[in-house]
């Protein structure tokens, strides 16, 4: 007599949170294997999942199971620490002679046509700067209503998806259209007087890692802004779609060797892409920043139509 093999719903989550819990290990070698790397982005889907099915398996009474799950579950919760955890410094505030400045980063999508939503989240968020990638000629030709309130620019329109701009209120003292790394793509750097001080805003975008070679490409651009970013002598500011999420071990590196900090750190997880998928949901448009300057808000914004969600950052240069 055969048998058939039944499928209940505690068996599936059994092998579906094995599985995560394979995945959560394998994020870990993502320095062996660029695509190890894509197991490392969803920390938190990782822990939600297990630990949603901790409850049932304790009712099942696999406790073997939930307390593999447990552990796995905590596992990626410390990888999500960082952004969840209340910062430890004080509460910072600006004093009334301090200057401050709103930064808009903004993945538009080069297919993207929805301009009036560009367009309304500028009036609504008036930034004094604004990083623009995916940039094209089509776009740059109906941000020219804005000339009057951002007179000052750097450009780098392409058709592909590596355009790039930097709108700004107040002049540039020197701009520059840079390529860091050997893809060839343009970053645009400035530097920005405030008051005596010197700031020097990075607006970037390397490849997304889609295969070895692009993996290696983007490596090596977040390799060599990792070095300007150590050797500027002045406060720095980075803002771009990195294409890479918190918990890569590529991003860890670019924070060591850069000495800049998340400025999502206590703030959530803040994710940024892509739009209108949810449960894929991860933070790959980045604000970082060096000591001088310190973080006053961050915040996501609304849709652009555009695949990503806009960053939007306050900040001020700390006191001397």
């Given amino acids: 007599m055969q048998t058939t093999g039944r499928i209940t719903l505690t068996g599936l989550l059994t092998t ?30 990782y822990a939600l999942t297990l630990g949603l099915c901790l409850p049932l398996l304790l009712y099942r009474r696999r406790y073997r199971w939930a307390a593999v799950f447990g552990a796995f579950a905590v596992l990626n919760a410390m990888c999500l620490a960082p952004r969840l955890l209340p910062l430890a410094e004080a509460a910072v505030h600006p004093g009334a002679d301090q200057a401050t400045f709103r930064v808009l980063l903004a993945n538009v999508n ?102 070895a070679e692009a993996a290696q490409n983007r490596n090596e651009q977040l390799a060599a802004l990792a070095l300007f970013a150590r050797q500027a002598r002045h406060p720095l500011l980075l803002l771009g779609d990195l294409n890479v999420s918190p918990w890569s071990p590529y991003f860890a590196r670019l924070l060591t060797d850069s000495g800049l900090r998340d400025s999502a750190d206590g703030r959530g997880i803040l994710p940024s892409w892509p739009v209108g998928l949810a449960p894929l949901w991860i933070p790959i448009d980045h604000a ?6 310190e973080i006053l808000r961050r915040e996501t914004g609304p849709t652009l139509g555009s695949d990503h969600y806009p960053v939007i950052v306050d900040f001020h240069l700390a006191r001397s």
């Fill in 110 to 211: 080069a297919a993207n046509r929805d301009y009036p939503k560009m367009r309304r989240a500028i009036l609504k968020y008036e930034p004094d700067f604004i990083v623009l990638l995916e940039v094209t000629p089509w776009l740059l030709e109906r941000l020219t209503e804005f000339d009057g309130r951002y007179p000052h620019r750097a450009v780098a329109p392409r058709e592909d998806n590596f355009g790039i701009a930097l709108l700004g209120r107040q002049p540039f003292l020197r701009t520059e259209i840079m390529q860091f790394g050997v893809a060839g793509l343009p970053s645009i750097t400035a530097e920005i007087a405030v008051g005596e001080r010197r700031l020097i805003l990075v607006g970037t975008h390397p490849l997304p890692p889609v295969s």
């Fill in 16 to 45: 579906s949170g094995a599985l995560i819990c394979a995945a959560s290990l394998i994020g870990f070698g993502g320095q062996i294997w660029w695509v190890f790397e894509l197991a490392s982005h969803f920390r938190p889907q």
């Fill in 288 to 293: 970082l920043y060096s000591d001088g300057v």
